[in-house]
């Protein structure tokens, strides 16, 4: 039973240029969240997705940053013109169920490096 | 501080040893969840621990949770230099739809 899948694990970007980032989820699970990590720190919560809907968006930047979980194929993390302050890890997590009380499972994440 | 808050920031043990973790927040929870993260790598949860709950093993692992006092523990007993890694705490408090990371203790385990 595969695990939560992110692709690409590494990407480079130069300022200005658009960034997607994906995430399939668990097989069976159609709650997946976004989380980004700066470096030497914990993760910070994105926005938190179920199919075709954004549940919760509290966490996103107001501008340049998008996320959406169509009813077929993978979730997208979207970032546009990218600055060097989004370098960072985007792990992408998903879980069977609403996330309180439940365990959440972690992809491997996507790092991002703005050059 | 943060809500989930690790102390100390780093620790540095010899193999053998055990290693003990602490984590406060500031609000009530539902629950309390701590996951290791090796260099690049993603999270791996460890356990969780209810608020109705005080203590919890897994193996090697043993978290404790005081509600009164807002903080848990993680020990992990006869290290290994595989334990190596960050260890972050992540608060769920019920009513939010996410978890709240601390930023985490880096354990280094001395073969």
């Known amino acids: 039973n595969a695990g939560v899948m992110q692709n690409p694990r590494h990407l480079v970007r130069r300022r200005g240029q658009e960034a997607r980032l994906r995430c399939s989820p668990m097989?069976?699970?159609?709650?997946v969240y976004w989380y980004r990590q700066l470096p030497e720190e914990g993760l910070k919560f994105m926005v938190y997705?179920?199919?075709?809907?954004?549940?919760?968006e509290s966490g996103m930047p107001k501008e340049r940053f998008s996320a959406e979980f169509p009813k077929e194929g993978p979730s997208i993390l979207r970032i546009q013109q990218v600055v060097r302050g989004d370098s960072a890890a985007y792990f992408c997590?998903?879980?069977?169920?609403?996330?309180?009380?439940?365990?959440?499972?972690f992809g491997e994440g996507s790092w991002l490096t703005v050059v | 501080s943060q809500q989930g808050e690790e102390d100390p920031q780093a620790l540095s043990i010899q193999e053998g040893e055990n290693a003990t973790m602490n984590c406060s927040y500031k609000t009530s929870i539902n629950n309390l969840q701590w996951y290791r993260q090796n260099s690049g790598r993603g999270l791996v949860h460890l356990i969780l621990i209810r608020s109705n709950e005080r203590e919890k093993h897994s193996g090697r692992l043993r978290v404790t949770l005081d509600t009164s006092k807002k903080s848990s523990s993680l020990l992990i007993t006869a290290s290994r230099a595989a334990d190596t890694a960050s260890y972050f705490c992540a608060t769920d408090t019920g009513s939010a739809r996410q978890l709240t990371f601390g930023s985490g203790t880096q354990l280094t385990v001395l073969p």
């Open positions: 997590a998903s879980s069977p169920d609403r996330p309180s009380g439940n365990t959440i499972y």
């Open positions: 997705l179920q199919k075709e809907n954004i549940i919760d």
């Open positions: 097989k069976g699970h159609s709650h």
